[in-house]
């Protein structure tokens, strides 16, 4: 990714404990991208050209010129230019404002009744000129926290006037939760540990609040939840020709290679070499 300029000074005075100041890429067809992040998420807005993304279990999904793309917390992204690319790539962690619990909530229900389709939504007209508007400020050198800030907020309440309910559960399916505050807390922290009993602990919750809370908020269990990221992030790094089998082996703590074989036959329908050359029964690529 691209370096900011030296001339273009950061202010010294606050730093957000999260990436603010925004970044115009360009990129070249066939020019790939990676993502991971643990303490934001971002946004991805395409100007012209188009890419396609990977991440978890879902493949070359599409994001073309003028539209946007939400990437939460603690999850890889990655993305290929088709063609020549430019785009602008921003931290976003929701404000909270006072309508924002009830709109969570109605959100969350909401999302219950969408599909997610996992590729870019179009930005509107509002939308877009705000984007546009923050790319001038980067073109010039700002480089000022605050009034980035203040962009993402208006941009947290454009997507309340000028989006619908399902176009909002779309965008950002993968984050929403009946209380944003414990969705936050649990994406930024279940990869830390290795059970949902250490995560509880880890958060002071009782086992039996925290798996209420989770019940509520994710709409299943905390330990199926976590199993089912665990294949995901496997199953995303067996797509990565370049990461050696036994350092996935090690990562996600398998003792021996049966033990390793076992757990992807049961959970993606093959052995690692399988899965990674494609020969298996139920590679989802929706």
């Known amino acids: 990714m691209q370096n900011l300029s030296p001339n273009q000074l950061i202010c010294p005075y606050y730093s957000p404990d999260y990436k603010v100041i925004p970044q115009y890429i360009e990129m070249k067809a066939g020019e790939s991208l990676e993502l991971c992040s643990k303490t934001s998420n971002y946004f991805v807005f395409l100007f012209t050209g188009g890419i396609i993304i990977d991440f978890n279990h879902y493949i070359n999904r ?9 990437l939460p917390k603690n999850n890889k992204f990655k993305w290929k230019a088709i063609t020549k690319t430019t785009l602008m790539l921003t931290g976003y962690n929701a404000s909270v404002f006072p309508c924002s619990n009830v709109k ?37 050198g700002i480089n000022c926290h605050h009034l980035y800030l203040l962009k993402y907020k208006e941009m947290q309440l454009l997507f309340k006037h000028f989006y619908t309910q399902e176009e909002i559960a779309q965008i950002f399916y ?10 936050e807390i649990i994406l930024g922290n279940y990869s830390k540990v290795k059970t949902s009993k250490e995560l509880a602990h880890l958060l002071g919750y009782s086992m039996r609040q925290f798996e ?14 976590m199993q089912e990221r665990k294949v995901k992030q496997i199953l995303q790094k067996l797509k990565d020709p370049d990461i050696p089998l036994k350092q996935i082996m090690y990562e996600f703590k398998f003792n021996t290679s049966s033990h390793f074989n076992f757990y992807c036959k049961k959970h993606l329908g093959g052995t690692p070499m399988q899965v990674r050359n494609g020969h298996k029964d139920n590679l989802i690529s929706k």
């Open 62 to 70: 599409p994001i073309s010129e003028n539209e946007m793309f939400f």
């Open 212 to 225: 209420k809370l989770f019940k509520e908020n994710f709409d299943e269990t905390p330990y199926k939840w």
């Open 104 to 140: 969570n909530k109605i959100l969350f229900k909401r999302k219950s009744t969408v599909k997610f389709l996992c590729r870019g939504i179009p930005m509107k007209e509002e939308m877009k000129s705000l984007v546009y508007q923050i790319k001038n400020y980067v073109d010039i």
């Open 174 to 183: 993968m984050s929403l939760g009946n209380s944003p505050l414990f969705v």
